[in-house]
């Protein structure tokens, strides 16, 4: 103060130090009130966190049975080889039907925060377990009781493929309902548009994708793989939408952040798509090939 005013007055002098006073204690309370309310948000996401995983833990301590399932493909009756093979195709078919429903459901559940349909979702994940394990079993009776040929073998290794994709995919659809889980009666974010458009883009390039296997169209699996450009691109907005929610609204970072993880598997399920393309080609030629590469 004195470097301002060598000789000041009782007045300035008093004036000067109690602004100061005044400045430092409203830092110091201001300090203050901004560590309690970080406190008391880390405690309300801490418990929001702890909600969340209880109700996908009580969702899930029940999906599965306590049984075995017995694979039992030794000392199995022949079978006719085509008609055997047009069975394991069928349930391919039937398999992407249900992966499909899986989706749409999914989105469904998230967009009006259906929580007894998110449940659903997440308990009937385990009959597309069992479709697969079904599907399997059939390729090995097939195998082992009919002398199939090289084309042949081709096929069921291209079906186990396939099936190992959709069984993730149906993963993806029962993350998205976990997602809705976790939100519980949070006030909801504003789902991002791109979302629906990256579930509706992702069902076309299934439906697509199957029917080029079961039509053996290599040239219509490959464009089936470049649609996966467009649900990149999708993904982008919504990653870079979400991010800006962020920084306006941080109190609602953990559900946008959840919303990514919504969208994540979304583009993931294409990715996914992709990957059928490419058992579709080796089911015709023999030959992998990596025909639809994601950037993530």
Known sequence: MYIIWPQPSYTTFVLFYFGLGSILLKWVIFEI????????????VAKELEESDMRI???AKDKYPAQERQ???NGASSINLELGLKEIENGVSTMANMVETAVERSLEGLRGRDMRLARKIVEDDRKLDEKEFAIREDCMQVITTSSPKVDHLRRIVAVLGIVTELERMGDYAEGIANVTLMI???RALALPTEVPLMASRGIEMLRDGVESFLERDV????NVCKLDDEVD???DRTFRELLVSMIQEPEGITQATRLMWAAHNLERF???VTNICEWVVFDVSGVMVDIGASKY
Do not use: F, S
């Open 233 to 235: 691109a999708l993904y």
């Open 57 to 59: 833990h009580e969702v």
């Open 71 to 73: 694979v039992a493909a």
């Open 270 to 272: 294409a990715d996914r």
């Open 219 to 222: 040239a219509k699996a490959k």
């Open 184 to 186: 519980g009666e949070e």
């Open 33 to 44: 009130i901004d560590r309690l309310h970080k406190r008391l948000r880390l405690k309300t």
